[in-house]
């Protein structure tokens, strides 16, 4: 069964950073891609990074220069590192996995990940 698990989350003031970690369990393929999404209320699921067992990443424009995606292998963990937090990067941050897609698939799109974490909540004050 497969499992995503994140955490990390919490309450800060805008301009510091949080580490987010999303340890995987019994996830056995060896071709994959993994990435980070954050869905506000009423508002649709938004992909902010994704990586790929060829570690090929991807990033959404809003957060480029300042969220960085990586794996720790030995611990099966996905991290996003998010620095610079702003007040509009309040919200629930999921981790997704799913096979790898061809280069032309949009794997920021939420679509294709067949399993997801419950997220993690991120609140930014000014």
């Known amino acids: 069964q497969v499992q995503l698990v994140e955490s990390g989350g919490g309450s800060v003031r805008a301009g510091v950073s949080l580490r987010l970690s999303c340890v995987v369990s019994g996830y056995t393929h060896g071709s994959f891609c993994m990435g980070w999404f954050r869905q506000a209320p009423g508002k649709e699921r938004e992909g902010v990074t994704t990586?790929?067992?060829?570690?090929?990443?991807e990033y959404a424009d809003s957060v480029k220069g300042r969220f960085t995606i990586s794996q720790d292998n030995a611990k099966s963990t996905l991290l996003l590192q998010m620095n610079s937090l702003q007040a509009e990067n309040t919200t629930m941050y999921y981790c997704a996995a799913g096979p790898r897609r061809p280069a032309w698939w949009n794997r920021l799109y939420p679509v294709g990940y067949n399993y997801w974490g419950q997220g993690t909540q991120v609140t930014v004050s000014a």
């Open positions: 990586i790929d067992s060829g570690g090929i990443t």
